[in-house]
């Protein structure tokens, strides 16, 4: 349609929309600057005549734009600063701080903000996917741009993969707006040197322990003076290397200075035994307040809920001149172990792609299947166990395991026992080597009994303080196979009659299996009718990622990941004008749904939070109020079955009918297992599992079209760090699938 019009024949482009219309803007929609960049040979030494244009940018070399996306493009050869003083375990690796800047420089000159001093660039977001390493003799790398629905500019940083397919390898992506350049926020660092004295890192300290981390920084990426480390706290002196001086005005975003402020990070984990580098997995938010100058200073601290020592760390970091004026301001700044990051250490159902080496980066739909596996055992015969113990099972499963083990103990641990007299009974045997759990056998008819809350306390709750009792005792350094057993938690095969009671517990063992890979676990979902095959039980592998097997019909499955796509012309029960409940709609992702809503079907919509309404909120609010009725907002406990009631008559009060009721809620308290307490735990977890039966209850007579779960990806990535989330999301996947089983409405789950 678009070529016809451009030919000159008059289309009705009325006909594309319905009642509301786009606005229409003037193209382009900033000012061009009328420069020329053609190479003049007439005007230039003869030295230079063999040479290219002049590039835009040291990391933005050419616009490379085509008709159909706003592109910049770069060939490194491996001799800029950048890469050739930066090498990772042996390999020469573009710094994340690059992404950075050759975003903010992107969405620059695509908007016209590198004319006006008064516009900054923001970016939010981020993700670091898969690093740029220098294997070759040039790398070439493209930066493309896309306007997104709320006027952000989304960006992603890719190259070809050096495939001869063209398949797209996507290295980082995120988002980015410009704004008014703001006052710039100011530090004491009078206050800060004193806050930070507890301890101080010399350059060659850093840079040695960076060495035998296995990070080799050239002079061009050795910026840090000096690193004072406090309580929870760090700040660390930076200079731009001498002979980078002359290229400080070519970046917004220097990658010397930014790559040393981030080195500063190594004051937190200087004095503990990592043999392994932190490398950068994601960035919340980054704001540019002003210029960088050679000499700076950068205050790093841990964001909430994150800790030293933890594989994966979290932290805000302000860079301020010597007056505290503060140029560069990251917030959410998160890494990794690179033990923990690399590709190979992913999940193994998240690697079942078609097409070898596609990364699972960008916009992908992905379906989870079942599939049938043949068993490769261990040995052909159980493993010889000197003490192995086995806590749950009835006596026939105790029998069993006594034929293969007959001097296996079974251990009685009840709902109501604390960690405290776990650990007094753990410590009865003289060490153990193999502990056996099976969850309890609780019968569920329906999805909305109680029982599905109170089962919690004898399935997951008491996985969580074994696990810690085995902690305090001193188990985190030893060997131990773990063999985990649940009945029917997962939907194996698609018409499964699932009890989501024990699903959670999959969710905590897959997070196990990533912090303590010295334990062995063995993840085991089995159907109630079957005959349990104990020899092929504990002669399976166990699985470093805690990713389980399922065991239906004398076949073995596992779990994958597939690319798919929803179907044409499939009927989505979104209506004009109908009213929808979201559980934890102030969230990112709630509100999100919520503009689609708004904009698409002036949807009346009633979000429920925990919190009370306050200006973060009602500025939500507002902002969507620009696209049409703006939600209304109602404070309440959605965990609290009274609670939920009284928000239920509330709404009905002004409305006949609710639509679709959507569970938008979560508690992010991430924490390794060793320093999670169990009321974290629990509360990470009850966002999900509790909730979820609320919601089951208070709306099951309601004439629903739908009940969507916003579940998350860490569903299937269990990922360390996580065990509560984790956890709350194989719950709530699985309960939704039994729901889906009762219930007549649509039930569905995106897990995002």
Not at 259 to 282: E, K, M, Y
Not at 709 to 719: D, E, I, W
């Amino acid at each position: 349609m678009l070529e016809l019009w451009v030919q000159g024949l008059s289309l009705d482009w009325n006909g594309l929309y319905g009642e509301i219309k786009p606005r229409r803007i003037s193209l382009p929609t900033y000012p061009f600057a009328n420069e020329r960049y053609w190479f003049n040979p007439a005007q230039a030494p003869d030295e230079q005549v063999s040479g290219s244009m002049p590039m835009l940018h040291p990391l933005l070399q050419e616009n490379t734009s085509d008709l159909y996306q706003q592109r910049y493009s770069s060939t490194f050869n491996g001799k800029e600063f950048f890469l050739a003083d930066h090498r990772v375990q042996g390999r020469f690796l573009l710094p994340g701080v690059a992404y950075l800047e050759m975003a903010c420089e992107a969405v620059a000159r695509a908007t016209g903000a590198y004319l006006d001093n008064s516009l900054a660039i923001s970016l939010k977001n981020v993700v670091w996917a898969e690093p740029v390493v220098m294997d070759q003799a040039a790398v070439q790398l493209h930066i493309g741009l896309s306007v997104e629905e709320n006027g952000e500019i989304h960006y992603e940083i890719y190259s070809d993969g050096g495939s001869t397919s063209g398949t797209k390898v996507v290295h980082g992506q995120g988002s980015a707006a410009t704004r008014t350049r703001g006052e710039a926020p100011q530090l004491d660092l009078a206050a800060l040197r004193t806050a930070c004295s507890r301890d101080t890192l010399t350059a060659q300290a850093c840079y040695e322990r960076f060495r035998e981390m296995g990070i080799d920084y050239g002079p061009g990426q050795q910026g840090l003076q000096h690193v004072h480390v406090g309580e929870g706290q760090v700040l660390a002196r930076l200079a731009l290397p001498p002979q980078l001086a002359d290229s400080l005005a070519d970046y917004r975003l220097h990658p010397s200075l930014m790559d040393s402020a981030l080195q500063a990070c190594v004051g937190f984990n200087i004095r503990a035994n990592h043999s392994t580098p932190f490398i950068p997995f994601a960035l919340d938010s980054l704001e540019v307040f002003g210029a960088m100058v050679s000499v700076l200073w950068v205050h790093v601290r841990f964001s909430p809920g994150s800790h030293a020592g933890e594989s994966v760390q979290k932290f805000n970091v302000d860079l301020c001149d010597d007056a505290g004026r503060v140029c560069v301001r990251m917030k959410g700044f998160t890494t990794r172990s690179a033990e923990n990051a690399r590709v190979s250490d992913r999940p193994a159902n998240l690697l079942s792609m078609e097409t070898p080496g596609q990364q699972l980066v960008g916009n992908i739909m992905l379906t989870p299947v079942w599939d049938v596996v043949t068993v490769t055992r261990d040995s052909l015969s159980p493993p010889a166990v000197d003490v192995l113990v086995m806590i749950g099972g009835g006596q026939e499963q105790q029998g069993a395991v006594q034929r293969y083990y007959p001097h296996a103990a079974f251990l009685n641990i009840h709902a109501a026992d604390t960690i405290d007299v776990i650990v007094r009974k753990l410590d009865s045997f003289n060490g153990i080597d193999h502990l056996v759990w099976v969850a309890p056998d609780s019968a569920l008819t329906v999805a909305v009994q109680e029982t599905v809350i109170e089962d919690q306390q004898c399935g997951v709750r008491q996985c969580f303080r074994i696990i810690k009792a085995l902690l305090a005792l001193g188990y985190e350094a030893r060997a131990l196979a773990w063999t985990v057993i649940t009945i029917q938690a997962q939907a194996v095969r698609k018409n499964d009659t699932v009890n989501p009671s024990h699903a959670s517990v999959h969710g905590l063992m897959g997070s196990l299996a990533k912090e303590y890979p010295n334990w062995k676990v063995r993840l085991i979902d089995l159907a109630a009718a079957d005959a349990w095959p104990w020899e092929t039980i504990f002669s399976l592998p166990p699985d470093r990622h805690g990713d389980a097997w399922g065991y239906r019909g004398r076949e073995w499955f596992r779990q994958t990941l597939l690319p798919s796509q929803l179907h044409e012309g499939e009927e989505i029960p979104y209506r004009e004008d109908g009213v929808y409940l979201v559980i934890g709609g102030a969230g990112g992702i709630g509100e999100a749904w919520s503009e689609l809503m708004i904009k698409r079907y002036r949807a009346r919509i009633i979000w429920i939070g925990r919190r009370e309404k306050d200006a973060d909120i009602q500025g939500k609010l507002d902002r969507l109020a620009e696209f049409g009725p703006a939600p209304e907002y109602i404070t309440a406990d959605a965990t609290d079955k009274e609670a939920l009631e009284q928000v239920y008559a509330q709404v009905k009060q002004r409305h006949s009918q609710i639509h679709g009721v959507i569970h938008s809620a979560l508690v992010l308290l991430d924490q390794s297992l060793a320093k999670m307490d169990e009321e974290r735990f629990v509360a990470g977890l009850s966002a999900k599992v509790d909730i979820s039966v609320r919601l089951a209850q208070e709306f099951a007579e309601e004439a629903l079209d739908f009940v969507l779960f916003f579940s998350s990806l860490v569903a299937f990535s269990k990922s360390p760090g996580q065990s509560n989330y984790a956890a709350g999301c194989t719950f709530k996947d699985a309960y939704a699938h039994r729901l889906s089983q009762q219930w007549r409405c649509a039930v569905k789950v995106m897990n995002w």
